[in-house]
């Protein structure tokens, strides 16, 4: 079963508007975490958002939101006031258990490009 | 402060040659990892270090392909011989070790093995 699924292959939105990103997840563990990084067409992995399993409120950075859904096991990313530079290649990743000391291992789900128009 | 730094930044070669590519981690991480991206199969991880000792290495291919890191402040991934279906981007990350913590990648290597 794949640990991170993001069904949306693509979207378009307008600018200025909002969008939502999502993400479902499957484990089994208690502690965990999710993140959200965006790949913009330059290549590079850019980290937006981090939520942990215990944290009781949703995650908030600037524009960027999580809506975490833990029952649901969905962690899903808002992003507020679309903005051009907005386009891009975005990934949720998990790190299941709780974070080690010999490292901490992600997998991460598809991505959803978002497109972001004028 | 100075991110993950890889290079090259793009690596053309021919089918059969050795290919080696750099990582150097943001100073004070103690976690370093190796990814490839694929159209077809997305971000994989290769292989990872915590305090340059490999601790998971399910994700290497195959044989051909090899990773060290002798020092904290430096990793390669090898190919040897590379084959046109190991064309990808390669992307170093490396990581604090805290729970929150995100890992933080470099710009990644492009390459292509003709």
């Known amino acids: 079963a794949q640990k991170i699924t993001q069904t949306q292959p693509g979207m378009f939105v307008q600018e200025k508007e909002a969008v939502t990103l999502d993400c479902t997840y499957d484990?089994?563990?208690?502690?965990?975490?999710l993140f959200w990084y965006k790949q913009p067409s330059s290549g590079e992995m850019i980290f937006l958002i981090y939520?942990?399993?215990?944290?009781?409120q949703n995650a908030t950075e600037g524009r960027y939101s999580l809506n975490f859904q833990k029952a649901r096991k969905s962690a899903n990313l808002v992003i507020s006031a679309s903005q051009l530079g907005d386009s891009a290649m975005y990934f949720c990743?998990?790190?299941?258990?709780?974070?080690?000391?010999?490292?901490?291992?992600?997998?991460f789900g598809g991505g959803t490009r978002v497109l972001v128009k004028p | 402060d100075a991110g993950v730094i890889q290079s090259p930044r793009h690596e053309v070669t021919e089918m059969g040659q050795e290919v080696t590519l750099r990582c150097k981690p943001i100073?004070?991480?103690?976690?370093l990892f190796w990814y490839r991206q694929t159209m077809m199969r997305g971000l994989e991880l290769l292989i990872y270090?915590?305090?340059?000792?490999?601790?998971?290495d399910s994700g290497m291919p195959e044989d051909r392909f090899s990773a060290k890191m002798p020092n904290a402040s430096f990793s390669t991934l090898k190919i040897q011989p590379s084959e046109p279906r190991d064309s990808a981007v390669y992307f170093c990350?490396?990581?604090?070790?805290?729970?929150?913590?995100?890992?933080?990648f470099g710009p990644g290597t492009r390459l292509t093995v003709l």
């Open positions: 990743a998990m790190r299941e258990g709780r974070a080690k000391a010999a490292g901490n291992k992600l997998t």
């Open positions: 484990t089994s563990d208690q502690s965990y975490g």
């Open positions: 939520q942990g399993s215990y944290d009781e």
């Open positions: 100073s004070g991480h103690n976690s």
């Open positions: 270090f915590n305090n340059n000792v490999p601790i998971d």
């Open positions: 990350a490396s990581h604090l070790g805290l729970a929150e913590a995100p890992q933080y």
